[in-house]
């Protein structure tokens, strides 16, 4: 089955303990992508990935890290998490981006995370 | 800045009822343009997409939705609401680049 996996669905944290969050895709998709959803402000881009070693920011990379070494992994790193970065998290994947509709996304399950 | 703005946040229909959710973008050029839905405790799913030709595209469950260029518009219609169509609603835009925003979302009630 065509998926993104996200891991973990919930994770509950203290401030500046480091985490990882796991994003995989098994569609050979070349781009990929982390968004947070907060209530009233929609999803919001954090980072995302054209191809292997390929990244760049989003609207709101503060405080988060990833990286690309594998096309199917794109993990969100949080160096030092701290509570304004509680939030519901979501990988995506398309199989490229362009105008000729290649950019649809499919998203993983979300990973909802609390700082304390 | 691109932006995408959805003009209702929280709707209550009944049963029935018609639809119409709005949203516009900001951008002057070629923009691709989606709504995504997200059931109860389900991932985000495309819900319908347009990329080009006839501004009336049409997606699943009934859902369609009008692409008016004059208007930066890309409003979200549906004849008859049923219970199961419960859900947050997004709009999003992208403009054949790396990046696909979002609008706020609007959580859609529908009443049995």
């Known amino acids: 089955e065509a998926q993104v996996t996200q891991n973990p669905r919930y994770l509950i944290t203290v401030t500046g303990k480091k985490l990882t969050v796991t994003c995989s895709q098994n569609?050979?998709?070349?781009?990929m992508s982390w968004y947070r959803q907060d209530p009233g402000l929609g999803l919001r881009q954090i980072y995302y990935?054209?191809?292997?070693?390929?990244?760049d920011k989003g609207d709101v990379p503060e405080g988060y890290k990833v990286s690309r070494k594998e096309k199917r992994n794109f993990p969100l790193i949080l160096e030092s998490p701290s509570p304004n970065q509680t939030s519901l998290y979501f990988c995506a994947s398309s199989l490229g981006a362009g105008l000729s509709g290649a950019n649809v996304l499919t998203f993983g399950a979300g990973s909802r995370l609390t700082v304390l | 800045a691109q932006s995408v703005s959805q003009h209702n946040h929280h709707v209550i229909l009944s049963e029935a009822a018609s639809l119409e959710l709005g949203c516009n973008y900001s951008?002057?050029?070629?923009?691709?343009l989606f709504w995504y839905v997200q059931y109860p405790g389900q991932h985000l799913q495309l819900l319908l997409k347009?990329?080009?030709?006839?501004?009336l595209v049409k997606g699943i469950k009934g859902f369609e939705a009008e692409f008016i260029k004059s208007k930066f518009s890309f409003n979200l219609r549906k004849p008859s609401v049923q219970w199961s169509d419960t859900a947050e609603y997004f709009c999003?835009?992208?403009?054949?680049?790396?990046?696909?925003?979002f609008g706020a979302g609007t959580r859609l009630f529908v009443k049995a």
């Open positions: 347009y990329f080009s030709g006839d501004p």
């Open positions: 951008y002057g050029g070629t923009v691709n």
């Open positions: 569609m050979n998709h070349e781009y």
């Open positions: 990935s054209m191809n292997v070693e390929v990244t």
């Open positions: 999003a835009a992208d403009t054949g680049g790396f990046k696909t925003i």
